[in-house]
């Protein structure tokens, strides 16, 4: 029992760290451009084309932000580059096989395209944002352990993708 709950804290305490580093707006703030943009443009759709042709677009900018977060970690790590390039082609690959899995085996007119283009492609983005917070989190929590206060402060923040 005390090994588990000292798994569980270590587990809280280290999210919550990378968390608090991700989310200070100084390095990727809520309200960013991409995610005012989408809130913007997900009001703005008629057609179901038009809300799939939305979402499609979030997922490509989020995947280029995830691609410049990775780029700025390997630029601090290069030793591990071909490691981290290995696992995120395995995470893209898996992602993929997933949405694939769905819609190969879901009867599409049977539930309705609105649940897979609103839903489950929807969900995509939020995928591809989790990711590059990921690779933001880390970049800034090596950068705090390597910085000589161990609080280092990105006074450029963060750049996201256009």
């Known amino acids: 029992m005390k090994k588990v709950f000292i798994f569980v804290l270590s587990i809280f305490v280290c999210s919550n760290y990378c968390f608090a580093q991700v989310i200070n707006k100084d390095y990727f703030p809520l309200d960013?451009?991409?995610?005012?943009?989408?809130e913007t443009d997900m009001q703005k759709w008629i057609t179901n084309?038009?809300?799939?042709?939305?979402?499609?677009?979030?997922?490509?900018?989020?995947?280029?932000?995830?691609?410049?977060?990775?780029?700025?970690?390997i630029s601090i790590i290069p030793e591990s580059e071909s490691v981290i390039r290995e696992n995120q082609k395995k995470w893209e690959e898996s992602v993929e096989s997933d949405y694939s899995l769905v819609w190969d085996n879901v009867n599409m007119n049977f539930v309705g395209r609105e649940v897979y283009i609103g839903e489950f492609s929807?969900?995509?983005?939020?995928?591809?944002k989790e990711r590059a917070k990921y690779f933001l989190c880390l970049y800034y929590t090596i950068m705090d352990q390597t910085s000589d206060d161990l609080c280092y402060t990105d006074r450029n923040g963060t750049q996201l993708a256009k």
């Open 32 to 38: 960013n451009e991409i995610d005012r943009q989408y």
């Open 49 to 73: 084309y038009e809300w799939q042709e939305t979402i499609g677009k979030y997922i490509n900018l989020w995947k280029s932000q995830m691609n410049l977060e990775m780029e700025r970690l």
């Open 122 to 128: 929807g969900n995509k983005v939020n995928l591809y």
